[in-house]
């Protein structure tokens, strides 16, 4: 593990456009020190996926995506061969059929490990793949090398990049691939932590509008039955939408006695069933008066 | 010390491993964190737990163990350090700490607090009420209670450190499954029948290789269809009564089900199967399947795979009119024997015990209908009824 040298001793702190909480910041830099890829965890619209991003930009590292897909297999972040265009071109008789390393195809991970300088590698929703894929990849995230047999040569890390790994939770994951990792759960944002993420989005916020829009949003979250509780991103589209619409904040506000459907409250609900469970709520509610 | 901390993590089921702990050591070596009880349980929580299910377990052995270490505490002027001084560590056993009640939210707490600085005089130790140390009121340091406030630190007043393992905020994620959704879908897995259809896109090295050869060495690419999981199910499920214990189980089963089999069909029926089935619960009045329809939809390729306790009394599988819910004309029996016959390839899931079956005679019975093909919803009895499907 010792043979590439160390990344540069930065620190990640958060940044002007993400707000970072301190344990998320120090699963970052624990990754970043000990060189081990980082699994990012969280119900959806937290951040998981912008935070490779962010990370990327305040360390002023390049960065690399990989999006999985149900179809995508291992072998397609090492390098893939090429046979059919060879097969072609030797028809042809292309002088370049000789060599082949022509038709290799690199992957991902080929090129972070082969970068001049350390790259943050973001494996996006590694769950989405199928369940032998965290497997198939162990030694490569491990070692930091692989071993292409088309041209016999070995491919190591000349810097160990950044991984940064994110799950939506839909298969689990195995277990010898989770030891290798930290993991990191993003926690649903409080209140205060939501308002400064908000603040970073939406600067000219009223700030009586965005207390209303808060409290109504954590009121439906809390509301029980919902398939899908609204997230951090629907709740920054509503402000968008409301701030479009030039929303006054005394709709927002919901007293004991008056009880509301917040306007544009398709933003938050998207689910059919959730909106017509919500609104029946907020109709049994106002009948109860 | 920190080896003692591990055992009792692995105690207390948390599944950690060797290479995990000593990357915590090596964290703790290289200087990740500030020497700190807070950064400490977040590096400790990073490197070890891998599963949020785990994070309420986690911080129950974190605040157990480390209950007391900390008293590393800078203190307001208005409180007398001397009463805060750790001298008392009473240990509580888990029916006192069950026995403390909250008082209530934080606000309750710190409007209580400034009533006590009213009346406290003096240096009080181990006890209920009073301020101090050791003791289980919820104020001061290094003591007892499920929702204190730790007296010290920041500047404005009190800070309300209902601390995070404190707090047991991830205690909603903490189940203990016998079965998890990946042990389910790797058991699932043995079901399959992969066959070639729909449109040829993956190339064909072999068939290449021979029309090129047949074609004078001109090439002559030749491509086929992808392979793809054939499989068909036909998933009838029992629901409400004595299956409301097993939705957990179930819906787990299920969800595993949908994403594993891409011809997967389900149904619903109440205890036994009968003239009818519905495919939405919530619709099971106005949208209602014949059984004979069913038999005639699903070619005799599909599987067929019962969900269902099998608990009912005999004659709602025997006798014709047995049914709880509707006066039904001919026998359960006869329609789980119409289905038997046509689909050849069938199975029935239990989540019941399996040590209980010989007690029930309705379990019995089904079990003679099915020739014996009855297994329960574990890992082993998964995989052995996958096995006896796909035979």
Avoid at chain 1, 89 to 115: M, P, T
Avoid at chain 1, 260 to 276: M, R, T, V
């Amino acid at each position: 593990m010792k043979q590439t040298p160390p990344l540069s001793p930065s620190t990640f702190n958060g940044s002007s456009t993400y707000i970072a909480t301190a344990d998320l910041k120090l699963a970052v830099n624990a990754a970043l020190t000990l060189q081990r890829p980082l699994l990012i965890k969280g119900e959806p619209g937290t951040g998981k996926t912008m935070l490779a991003e962010e990370v990327a930009s305040a360390l002023k590292m390049p960065l690399l995506q990989w999006h999985i897909k149900s179809t995508t297999k291992a072998q397609q972040g090492l390098y893939e061969y090429d046979a059919v265009s060879r097969l072609r071109d030797s028809q042809l008789g292309d002088a370049k059929v000789n060599d082949i390393r022509n038709y290799i195809i690199k992957g991902v991970l080929w090129q972070a490990f082969e970068a001049e300088e350390p790259t943050v590698l973001l494996i996006d929703e590694i769950d989405k793949a199928d369940i032998e894929f965290p497997n198939d990849l162990l030694r490569e995230i491990d070692r930091m090398e692989f071993y292409v047999y088309e041209t016999r040569e070995l491919i190591r890390a000349k810097h160990r990049p950044l991984v940064i790994i994110t799950s939506n939770n839909e298969k689990e994951l195995p277990d010898a691939f989770l030891r290798r990792c930290f993991f990191h759960y993003i926690a649903f944002p409080d209140a205060a932590t939501m308002r400064s993420i908000v603040a970073v989005h939406h600067p000219n916020l009223q700030a009586d509008l965005l207390a209303a829009a808060l409290q109504s949003f954590y009121q439906i979250r809390s509301l029980p039955g919902l398939k899908k509780k609204p997230s951090t991103s629907e709740l920054i589209d509503w402000l968008k939408l409301l701030l479009a619409d030039g929303v006054s904040p005394a709709a927002l506000y919901q007293s004991e006695e008056n009880v509301l459907i917040p306007p544009l409250h398709g933003a938050l609900l998207k689910n059919e069933q959730d909106l017509q469970l919500f609104e029946r709520l907020v109709l049994m509610n106002r009948n109860h008066r | 010390m920190l080896i003692d901390f591990f055992s009792q993590l692995k105690k207390a089921k948390i599944p950690v491993s060797i290479l995990e702990f000593l990357t915590l050591l090596e964290a703790l070596k290289q200087g990740v964190i500030t020497p700190s009880i807070d950064a400490f349980y977040q590096l400790a929580r990073l490197t070890l737990v891998k599963d949020e299910q785990y994070f309420d377990r986690f911080d129950q052995v974190f605040g157990a163990y480390f209950q007391g270490i900390e008293n590393i505490i800078t203190l307001q002027p208005e409180i007398p350090l001397a009463w805060l001084e750790k001298q008392l560590q009473r240990v509580l056993t888990a029916e006192e700490k069950a026995a403390l009640q909250k008082l209530g939210g934080p606000e309750a707490l710190k409007k209580r607090l400034a009533e006590l600085m009213q009346e406290q005089k003096g240096r009080h130790e181990g006890g209920k009420k009073w301020l101090g140390t050791g003791g289980s009121s919820p104020f001061g340091n290094a003591g007892y209670h499920p929702e204190g406030i730790r007296l010290g630190g920041e500047s404005a007043g009190n800070r309300t450190a209902i601390k995070v393992w404190e707090a047991r905020e991830f205690k909603d994620y903490d189940s203990n499954l016998a079965l998890s959704s990946r042990n389910i879908k790797i058991a699932l897995r043995r079901l399959r029948r992969f066959a070639r259809t729909g449109s040829a896109l993956e190339f064909d090295l072999d068939k290449t290789i021979h029309s090129t050869a047949a074609n004078a060495g001109m090439l002559d690419i030749q491509m086929r269809p992808e392979r793809h999981n054939q499989v068909k199910v036909l998933l009838l499920m029992d629901v409400g009564g004595s299956m409301d214990d097993h939705v957990a189980r179930v819906a787990e089963l299920f969800s595993a089900a949908k994403s594993e089999f891409k011809h997967l069909e389900h149904y619903y029926f109440h205890n036994c199967v009968y003239e009818r089935l519905w495919q939405s619960n919530r619709r099971r009045r106005d949208q209602i399947s014949a059984t004979q329809d069913i038999i005639n939809t699903y070619s005799a390729d599909y599987k067929l795979i019962f969900v269902g306790d099998a608990t009912m009394s005999p004659y709602e599988i025997l006798s014709p009119g047995g049914s709880v819910e509707f006066d039904n004309r001919e026998s359960g029996a006869a329609w789980l024997k119409r289905l038997l016959n046509h689909f050849p390839h069938y199975a029935w899931l239990n989540p019941e015990p399996e040590a209980v079956w010989q007690y029930r005679q309705s379990i019995e019975m089904v079990q003679n209908l099915l020739q014996g093909k009855m297994y329960p919803v574990t890992l082993a009895g998964l995989e052995s009824a996958m096995r006896q499907l796909s035979k």
